[in-house]
């Protein structure tokens, strides 16, 4: 992403962001009925304390100076969470070195050990990209065999939007597929050096109305639901809880592993599963 494109993703965070708040939200009349959702410009301008014309810049992304500061207090205005605080300060950084690729190198044998440790619980490790890099019996069996899934398309954010059964199996995709793209945004931004996350979005975007549509919302976060319904073609409904770990506190490497929930028959189903020779 270079300079231009940088002040552009800021600007439209910024836009976004100031349409979700209203004037009730941070203590100001209504006044009279407003053309579009949120605040006005002038009004962040003013909670924040900056000048309305440079604010206007800001989101007009303008190549202008902006200290952390000032950053903060417009974070506070727009009433940004911790993961939405971040991403502004990301995105309004300087520069951004090239990062290195992603390691190439195959999962430790310790690590897979893990994964098939799980047993009946459908277990995943995702990479920086959302790439899925690794996973155990159970999830092949609920998801789908991962292994068919050539190593560039093995991806969950473009499974979900390109690949259909495997989409079918979530009850609830479109939350889904939307906290997990607030997910893959915040990425983006910590590794806004990385040209990969420019030309994923655009290959998409080409192929998906909805992931373009979505991606435009600019919404960030760095966890998401841990209740998951899955319909599967053979033993029909599982209902999970899902828990998300850092492997060696490496933000970067999350292993997802989903727990059957124990009233219901899910338990059952997924000793069925992984016991059978079906995916």
Known sequence: MNEKQQRTALAHFLKTRRAHISPGDVGLPPGVRRRTPGLRREEVAQLA??????????????????????????????????????????????????????????????????LDNQGINPTYLTGRRCDILAWNEAAAKVFGDFGSISTEERNLIWLLFTNSEFRRRFVDWERYAQD???????????????????????????????????????????????HRQITHPDVGGLSFEVITLYVNGDPDLRLCTYIGQSESDTIKKLHKLVATNFI
């Open 180 to 226: 997990l793209l607030a997910i893959f945004r915040a990425y983006s931004g910590r590794y806004m050096g990385d040209p990969w996350y420019m030309r994923f979005v655009t290959d998409l975007a080409e192929v998906n109305s909805e992931f373009e549509e979505w991606w435009q919302q600019h919404d960030v976060c760095s966890q998401f639901d841990q």
């Open 49 to 114: 304390e900056v000048g309305v014309t440079w604010y206007t810049w800001l989101e007009q992304g303008r190549d202008i100076n902006v200290s952390e500061a000032v950053l903060t207090r417009i974070a506070d205005a727009l009433k940004l969470n911790r993961d939405e605080r971040l991403h502004l300060l990301m995105l309004a950084r300087s520069s951004f070195p090239m990062p290195p690729s992603p390691s190439s190198e195959p999962v430790s044998s310790v690590l897979q050990q893990l």
